[in-house]
Structures are given as C-alpha cells and as structure tokens.
C-alpha cells in the first residue's frame, strides 16, 4: 500500500494503536513517549508489528516523499463491534445481556480509556484534511480513565444485569494502565472527545440487545476451571435482569456457578 501511495502521489492512513506503548512505565502516554514493549512476548507479534509498520510509514515519508498520515488508536467502540471478537466492552456487555459472569483478570484494577467511534471517525476526517505537515504520529482517544471494575459496574446498572464477575490471572505483558495524552490533536486538529461513556453504552448496549435478540443460539465463553466468581455487585437492581435477558440467558448459560468453578 506504501508503494501503491508512492507511485500514485496518494495520502495514506495508518491505524496505528496504543498498543506501540506497551505496558507504559509513562503516563498518560505521550506521542513522544517510545513505550515499554516485550519484543518476544505473547503480545509481540501484534505490538511489534504495529511498530514497524510505523517505521515503514516513516521510512517512506523520508525517503519517497510519501504523505502520511499515522494515528495511534486507544480503546474504541460503539454499534457493529462483532460480538466474538473478545474486546473488553463487547464482551462485557454480552456477558451482562445473557446473565453470564463478567470477566475481569487480577483485581480489575487495570485502567483503560474508552472513545465512541462517532468520535473516532471525526478526527479520522479531521486528520486525513489536514496539512501535509501533519504526518502524526497523533494519539485518538477518549482521556477519561477508567478501571475494569468500574466498567463492569457501569455496564451492570445500566443493563440492570445481576452478572457476577470472574477474577483471572492476568495475561503475561497485559498494560496495567492506559490513557492518552491528546494534546497534539487539541492543537493540530482543534479535537477532543464529545461523547461520554455512559452515553456511549447506552446506545451500544441497545445495539448488542437487539443483536443478541436476533441470534438463534449466542454462545460467548462461560466460566472455566478455578475461575473465582464474586457475587453480584452491591446497589444492582433486585429485580434482576428482564425477561428477554433471562430467555437469551437460559438458552445459552444453563449451568448455575458456585463460587469456585472446579
């Protein structure tokens, strides 16, 4: 794609992500920032590769007077996110949906920062307008930080689940904390983030009921052997979930947990 803009004289995006940081030892994480990276860990090959194709995005820019334009994506979601394809809101939300635990890794205490894709999309625009000065790389995403626990409450309340959540080992080289530092895409691209979190679920959470409600058969993973499950959270609405949750989540959960899988 790279040579195909050269020859063509095309601007070219790249999505870059967050993830070129690593597990960050800076915070919040500035563009400037070169990141913390395992480069033969589990998680290499995807933050790895992400890098250097930042590299080669550069590379070209020098060398063939490419015009480039690289964006370093956070956390992002919103309608149409695929239901298996393991994101952390995603997947919270099916699981509170369908009455399953929620699974969180460690004590849920990591941080992560959550941008709607109505926000994305419009400092997409913004940036691929811009001059051709503005090479990037620019941080997208939403600053407002969050810990996985207060994501899994958030969700609970506002789809009325009684999910119990799941507490798992946490993945080798999992970032304990993200959050984005926007100022370049304040001053470059006079953008910041609209739309709120809970705003943003709301409307995501509407999505997936109507997704879920269509599905014959939804099937997300359930609980695993020595997965802990802690209790439902306290202030959740004692009236569980409605009667289109406990259908979605009879049909694919059966199996009551005790607190201990064994």
């Not at 990276?37 to 090959?45: E, H, L, T």
């Not at 209790?231 to 979930?241: F, I, K, N, R």
Request: charged share 25%; with cysteine; net charge neutral.
């Amino acid at each position: 794609m790279l040579g195909l803009a050269k020859r063509t004289g095309a601007k070219i995006l790249q999505a870059s992500t967050s993830e070129v940081y690593g597990d960050p030892e800076v915070h919040p994480q500035r563009e400037d920032y070169w990141g913390h990276v395992n480069p033969i860990g589990p998680r290499a090959c995807y933050d790895v590769g992400k890098r250097r194709a930042e590299a080669l995005f550069f590379d070209y820019h020098r060398e063939g007077r490419v015009r480039i334009k690289v964006a370093r994506i956070f956390n992002t979601y919103g309608p149409r996110m695929d239901p298996a394809h393991g994101r952390v809101v995603s997947n919270f939300i099916c699981q509170a949906l369908l009455g399953q635990p929620i699974t969180l890794y460690s004590d849920g205490q990591q941080t992560r920062t959550f941008c709607y894709v109505d926000d994305l999309i419009e400092v997409l625009i913004r940036l691929m307008g811009s001059a051709d000065a503005i090479t990037g790389p620019i941080n997208i995403g939403n600053p407002d930080e969050f810990t996985m626990v207060e994501l899994a409450e958030m969700i609970l309340g506002l789809t009325g689940s009684r999910s119990s959540l799941i507490m798992r080992p946490l993945p080798a080289d999992d970032p304990r904390q993200r959050r984005p530092d926007i100022d370049r895409a304040r001053d470059m691209l006079d953008w910041e983030p609209t739309v709120r979190l809970r705003e943003g679920l709301t409307r995501t959470i509407a999505y997936f009921d109507a997704l879920l409600g269509r599905a014959a058969s939804p099937m997300l993973p359930l609980a695993m052997p020595g997965d802990i499950i802690l209790p439902p959270l306290s202030g959740q609405p004692a009236g569980g979930v409605s009667a289109g949750q406990a259908d979605r989540r009879d049909a694919a959960h059966p199996t009551a947990f005790s607190s201990i899988v064994t």
